[in-house]
Antibody
Framework: EVQLVESGGGLVQPGRSLRLSCIAS????????MHWVRQTPGKGLEWVSG????????VYADSVKGRFTISRDNAKNSLYLQMNSLRVEDTAFYYC?????????????WGKGTTVTVSS | QSVLTQPPSVSGAPGQRVTISCTGS?????????VHWYQQLPGTAPKLLIY???NRPSGVPDRFSGSKSGTSASLAITGLQAEDEANYYC????????????FGGGTKLTVL
């Protein structure tokens, strides 16, 4: 079964850091691009960042550029999101999602998500 | 404010047909980027509904269809059923934003 499981969320103070992880199973991880997408409570989806299969191309939303870093370890079937200088407005439910291809096209598998709360 | 614009809500009676619009610009839908649609039921992760403007993944009923023309796209749902009540999001990419992904603000479908 194709599966994505996020972890690492929690409560953190503004200005601090947090690292999210996403472990993939059931497919050949290093054949696919990956994304992070977030959703604020009661609001819509916001694409956060994407990384191609070999980490050769990485893109960030303007809202997180310079603060967040996406990475992957294909040997560990894992995707990461290092979040620094967190702001209250980063509070959201964070989903890891698999792309259909090696680069960026559409997301065909989603994890169940992990909650990040930024508050003092 | 989302790069792709969707109506906040639409509604329809069981059996009816509804459409959800997704309006972009010349840097995303109008630049040739495909549009994809996701359905999100309450308390669950989004699920792919339509990809590449008008293609259905296996398992998605043919009551769901998509189209795109210029800078706009639409999702149509025919034979509306109670289980279709959900939030629907369009998604694409934007060349003016460095190729970053973009979502519509989402549309809440209510089945009356």
């Amino acid at each position: 079964e194709v599966q994505l499981v996020e972890s690492g969320g929690g409560l953190v103070q503004p200005g601090r850091s947090l690292r999210l992880s996403c472990i993939a199973s059931g497919f050949t991880f290093d054949d696919y691009g990956m994304h992070w997408v977030r959703q604020t409570p009661g609001k819509g989806l916001e694409w956060v960042s994407g990384i191609t299969w070999n980490s050769g191309y990485i893109v960030y939303a303007d809202s997180v550029k310079g603060r967040f870093t996406i990475s992957r370890d294909n040997a560990k079937n894992s995707l990461y999101l290092q979040m620094n200088s967190l702001r209250v407005e980063d509070t959201a439910f964070y989903y890891c999602a698999k792309d259909i291809g090696r680069k960026f096209y559409y997301m065909d598998v989603w994890g169940k998500g992990t909650t990040v709360t930024v508050s003092s | 404010q989302s790069v792709l614009t969707q109506p906040p809500s639409v509604s329809g009676a069981p059996g009816q047909r509804v459409t959800i619009s997704c309006t972009g610009s010349t840097s995303n839908l109008g630049a040739g980027y495909d549009v994809h649609w996701y359905q999100q039921l309450p308390g669950t992760a989004p699920k792919l509904l339509i990809y590449g403007d008008n293609n259905r993944p296996s398992g998605v009923p043919d009551r769901f269809s998509g189209s795109k023309s210029g800078t706009s796209a639409s999702l149509a749902i025919t034979g509306l059923q109670a289980e279709d009540e959900a939030n629907y999001y369009c998604q694409s990419y934007d060349g003016s934003l460095g190729g970053s992904g973009v979502f519509g603000g989402g549309t809440k479908l209510t089945v009356l």
